[in-house]
Structure formats: structure tokens, C-alpha cells
């Protein structure tokens, strides 16, 4: 019978998953590839790339900048399977060109002779809402790219506070604030 979340196998995993960030984070592309199985039947979906073999990955790997990395796990779920297999499942929050995004990865991990390795991942962005920023300039007609974004936030913020000002003013409901424009008359 299949043993499930066995303790121990549970916190070797998770020894591995925190190997895995620390070099994630750290952009250490050496225990990255460690990490992974040395192997053509590896398998490496990424959010702009499938990557097919530990050639590719190695690939990748190497001519990958160190941007847009950092990233907070706001969940982890690691399930083991028997001894010798095991899923690293997460949620985190990683900011994009100033943007908060909301991804997903699963790694599926087994226990070859030389430890564990990473056999197939996967990584996604989630495309979430558009922020009030990006409705606002798509309502707007305002092109919003990431040369522009800080701009376009500033101006909003002031018109945010002159509104803000404005709806302060003590005006009483009596009060008629214009006089009624009638043409013709």
C-alpha cells in the first residue's frame, strides 16, 4: 500500500523546495540545474517557454536575466508519494514592470540514486483583473506600457486628490452651484 505524506519523505521535499528558492532567488544557476533531472525526458513549462529536456532547461537557465524574480509564497502544499516521489505545489505574488501577478508552480520530484530531482514543472502567471490604473487609462484612451506607468499613476493620484479636496467643500444641498444655462431664452 502506498504510504501518503510520510513525515520524513514530507520534510526531505521540503528541504529540497527550500534549496530550490534559495537559488531561485539568488538566480544560482548551478544548484538549479543540480536540482533538476539530467535528463531528455525532463520537463519545464515556464510562463513564456516550453522547455523540453535538461539541455533546454540548462538552456534557459543560463541566458535568463535577473529580473522580475522575487517573488512571496502565499501557499506551499507538498504531498509525498510513497518514498521515493513527491509534488511541490505553491502560490505566490511577484511584482512585474510594477505590477502585483499572481502565479503558480508545480514541480513533480523523484528519488533517482544520485537524491532527488526535479522530473517536470511547471510555472503560470495568473492574468488576474485589471488594476484601476489599467481601466482607467484603457477608459481614457491613454496607451499604458511600463515606460509610461509611473506617469500615468502619478497624474491620477493628483486628480485623486484635487477630486478629494473638491468633495471635501461644505456645500449645502440647497445651494445651486451654477446658473442653469437655457439657450434660446
Request: glycine share 8%; no cysteine.
Amino acid at each position: 500500500m502506498l504510504t501518503v505524506n510520510n513525515e520524513a519523505i514530507v520534510a526531505e521535499l521540503m528541504d529540497r523546495h527550500t534549496v530550490y528558492e534559495k537559488a531561485l532567488m539568488d538566480n544560482d544557476v548551478a544548484t538549479l540545474e543540480a536540482l533538476f533531472w539530467d535528463s531528455p525526458h525532463s520537463i519545464r513549462y515556464g510562463v513564456t517557454e516550453n522547455l523540453h529536456g535538461a539541455d533546454e532547461i540548462r538552456a534557459f537557465r543560463q541566458g535568463r536575466p535577473n529580473i522580475n524574480i522575487a517573488r512571496t509564497i502565499s501557499r506551499l502544499d507538498i504531498l509525498a508519494l510513497g518514498d521515493s516521489a513527491g509534488i511541490v505545489n505553491l502560490e505566490f505574488v511577484r511584482q512585474v514592470d510594477g505590477v502585483e501577478k499572481l502565479g503558480r508552480q508545480t514541480q513533480f520530484g523523484f528519488r533517482f540514486p544520485e537524491g532527488w530531482r526535479i522530473a517536470s514543472a511547471h510555472v503560470s502567471l495568473l492574468p488576474g483583473p485589471p488594476s484601476y490604473l489599467e481601466a482607467a487609462a484603457a477608459q481614457i484612451g491613454i496607451p499604458l506600457n511600463a515606460a509610461n506607468r509611473a506617469a500615468v499613476s502619478d497624474d491620477l493620484n493628483r486628480i485623486g486628490a484635487i477630486a478629494k479636496f473638491l468633495m471635501e467643500f461644505p456645500l449645502p444641498q440647497e445651494a445651486e452651484a451654477a446658473a442653469v444655462f437655457n439657450p434660446g431664452f
